[in-house]
């Protein structure tokens, strides 16, 4: 393939280094607000109320706005985006496993990332099992691609596309009844958080930011923001550098996730393979970013707090098997809750859909897991007679 | 007054909120009486709006500081 100067994947190093910054401060946001996925929908049943899922639905609606206007003015040039496809009950499987895991986990795909970039121990099991989890996709890779094509629910990507002449319509309805809701909980003040940790920013600040950076992304790199196939490179990568043989074989890794011409005429592909491309690019240096930006967060709230204390086993274990899920089933549904929540159901993909329904109850089923396998008595109390006590290390 | 010294720094969510509503119910009477208070020690910073949320909704009052690197809340009778 041949590429112009400074251009990898049809994207240009400025591109990424554009990215990288946008990781940055998302990193940084995400720490602040501890703006968790996992939380909002495990929330639901473990008791029975989440606040931060009404904070995500102002993300929806702000992402939805913007990619609207985005599209309507031209500066979305690939709409839907090569980085979406048709959902299939892969899908809704994938996206049950991913529920579960990212409970059990204790945070999502870019949970995980702000966590450990804060120090979080647990976290980092979690950013490993999600390598490996994908990793161990690649293992499998045919089988369950094959089954992905046979159960194709419907050929549309978007549900704009099913409904061509009402699209417009369908959207301004969603947009109009969207923001009647959020209004009503603004208005009984179910949307401010109080949170007493130093340095917190408004969970809302930080879902409308993370709606205009998702377009920033669109817009540098052709593609919404998207982050999980970065762990299938770093997979890739690792098996390239251990087992090469082995790695050659994988056809998983050769495969392109998307290969398409921008208007520009630059070839834009990408796929999970130990190579440049337009995802390294863009998701690598996405995923760098955020690390970064939470590291720089809690180190200036003296927060940061590697192997200070490290959390019970079973939470080790807890976190490290639901990576290995994480990794594994957003490899089945071909992304993860940041592409199909943060950025597919804004522009209503069907796949993001399909993928949020098998989620909801994963996630129940992994409150379940969590309460019953990981809250065991591993907790130690030290009874004090003094009233100052606390120190303990 | 005796101080219940719960230290959960390090652990994963939603262990924090779960494990500190364990201890207080298992405390519950003492806590009630105004003969002891819960003091959890957590570095999770979300712990610090689920934990007052919650037990400001079950009536006892609450108070979070800041430590070295961590946050001390301390959970008593109501006022």
């Not at chain 1, 008791?47 to 606040?51: A, I, M, R, T, V």
């Not at chain 1, 979305?76 to 980085?83: F, K, R, W």
């Given at each position: 393939m041949h590429e112009a100067f400074g251009y990898i994947g049809g994207i240009s190093n400025s591109s990424g280094l554009v990215i990288f910054a946008a990781g940055i401060l998302l990193g940084f946001l995400l720490h602040r607000s501890d703006y968790c996925m996992a939380g909002m929908f495990r929330d639901i049943f473990l008791?029975?109320?989440?606040?931060l899922l009404r904070v995500f639905l102002i993300q929806v609606f702000v992402t939805m706005f913007l990619f609207y206007l985005g599209r309507a003015s031209g500066l979305?040039?690939?709409?839907?985006?090569?980085?979406l496809r048709e959902a299939s009950f892969i899908t809704l499987a994938g996206g049950f496993i991913f529920g579960s895991g990212m409970v059990l986990a204790g945070g999502c795909v870019m949970g995980s990332l702000y966590k450990m970039g804060a120090g979080n121990v647990g976290s980092l099991f979690a950013f490993t099992g999600l390598i490996i989890g994908s990793g161990l996709y690649a293992e499998v890779y045919p089988l369950f691609f094959n089954l992905h094509k046979d159960t194709?629910?419907?050929?549309?990507?978007?549900l704009g596309q099913v409904f061509s002449n009402g699209e417009d319509i369908l959207f301004i309805f969603l947009m109009v009844l969207l923001s009647l809701v959020i209004l009503g909980w603004i208005k009984k003040g179910r949307i401010y958080q109080k949170a007493y940790a130093e340095g917190y920013i408004q969970p809302w600040v930080t879902a409308v930011l993370l709606s205009f950076i998702n377009l920033l992304i669109y817009v540098t790199s052709q593609t919404p923001m998207a982050i999980s196939t970065a762990y299938a490179k770093l997979a890739a990568y690792t098996e390239k550098l251990f087992v090469p043989a082995h790695y050659t074989n994988l056809e998983f890794f050769r495969r392109l996730s998307y290969s398409v011409y921008s208007s520009k005429g630059n070839l834009i592909e990408g796929g999970p393979g130990a190579q440049i491309d337009h995802i390294f690019v863009v998701e690598i240096s996405l995923l760098m970013g955020i690390v970064f930006g939470s590291f720089i967060s809690a180190l200036s709230l003296r927060e940061?707090?590697?192997?200070k204390k490290l959390p019970p086993l079973a939470q080790l274990i807890s976190a490290f098997a639901g990576g290995l899920l994480l990794g594994f089933s957003s490899r089945m549904a071909g992304g993860c809750n940041v592409k199909f929540l943060m950025s597919g159901l804004p522009m209503l993909s069907i796949q993001a859909m399909v993928f949020l329904l098998g989620l909801v109850p994963g996630s129940y089923l992994g409150t379940i897991l969590f309460k019953r396998f990981v809250i065991g008595d591993k907790v130690t109390v030290t009874v004090n007679s003094p009233p100052t006590g606390g120190k303990d290390e | 007054m005796n101080n219940i010294i719960l230290d959960i720094r390090g652990q994963i969510c939603p262990a924090c909120l779960l494990i500190s509503l364990k201890e207080l119910n298992n405390n519950r009477e003492s806590i009630k009486k105004g003969e002891a208070s819960l003091v959890v020690l957590t570095d999770h910073r979300d712990a610090t709006r689920t934990i007052p949320n919650a037990v400001t909704a079950m009536g006892y009052s609450v108070n979070v500081e800041k430590k070295d690197g961590y946050y001390e809340i301390t959970i008593k009778k109501e006022r």
């Open positions: 008791f029975k109320d989440s606040p979305l040039e690939l709409y839907p985006p090569p980085n194709i629910i419907v050929k549309d990507v978007l940061f707090r590697i192997l | -």
